[in-house]
T-cell receptor
Framework: DSGVTQTPKHLITATGQRVTLRCSPR?????VYWYQQSLDQGLQFLIQ???????AKGNILERFSAQQFPDLHSELNLSSLELGDSALYFC???????????FGPGTRLTVT | GDSVTQMEGPVTLSEEAFLTINCTYT??????LFWYVQYPGEGLQLLLK?????DKGSNKGFEATYRKETTSFHLEKGSVQVSDSAVYFC????????????FGSGTRLLVRP
């Protein structure tokens, strides 16, 4: 158990819909990273937050957004969903010195 | 930009065989290097890491040495077990301010009894 929690574990929704994925980092970790794992793109970095502020963006679509709240949990919002958004979404957290990243169990999103 | 290349899988071995999974990288400066493992239906677990040239990371019988001259970080284990069956990802953390991980494509290992 990494100490990072993600909910829900599975999500099935239809094209055009909007979903919210939630991540709680390890106790004391200030950084949260979001990654997408798909068959065609592999594991790709989406976005990073540090202590409530956006720090870096990767290959994140404009339909996707994220935020980190004062209690340090983070949410990834995916809207106008397309079939190609079906993937595993992981969050990871890291401590103040940005050492190792610890990954949550992931949320499997299926868009039908 | 920075990138990681891993050998294609699947790699199929018999129990107690020697394992090598090749990983090479392209990066500016001196990135930190990692191996993560993903067991079926689970998230990624950090297996080992190395932060500078000639460092050897090791954990649970797995080892990898940071070779700057060959830009490689090959994963090895002397005697694999059925329980090692998983997908292994090589990753680097670059020198920019984001500290994001850049992953290879993953190598599936299947160990047969």
């Amino acid at each position: 158990d990494s100490g990072v929690t993600q909910t829900p574990k599975h999500l099935i929704t239809a094209t055009g819909q909007r979903v919210t994925l939630r991540c709680s980092p390890r106790s004391g970790d200030l950084s949260v990273y979001w990654y997408q794992q798909s068959l065609d793109q592999g594991l790709q970095f989406l976005i990073q937050y540090y202590n409530g502020e956006e720090r870096a963006k990767g290959n994140i679509l404009e339909r996707f957004s994220a935020q980190q709240f004062p209690d340090l949990h983070s949410e990834l919002n995916l809207s106008s969903l397309e079939l190609g958004d079906s993937a595993l979404y992981f969050c990871a957290s890291a401590g103040q010195n940005e050492g190792e990243q610890y990954f949550g169990p992931g949320t499997r999103l299926t868009v039908t | 930009g920075d990138s990681v290349t891993q050998m294609e899988g699947p790699v199929t071995l018999s129990e107690e065989a020697f394992l090598t999974i090749n990983c090479t990288y392209t990066a500016t400066g001196y990135p930190s290097l990692f191996w993560y493992v993903q067991y079926p239906g689970e998230g990624l677990q950090l297996l080992l890491k190395a932060t500078k040239a000639d460092d050897k990371g090791s954990n649970k019988g797995f080892e990898a040495t940071y070779r700057k001259e060959t830009t490689s970080f090959h994963l090895e284990k002397g005697s694999v077990q059925v329980s090692d069956s998983a997908v292994y990802f090589c990753a680097l953390r670059g020198m920019d301010s984001s500290y994001k991980l850049i992953f290879g494509s993953g190598t599936r290992l299947l160990v047969r009894p």
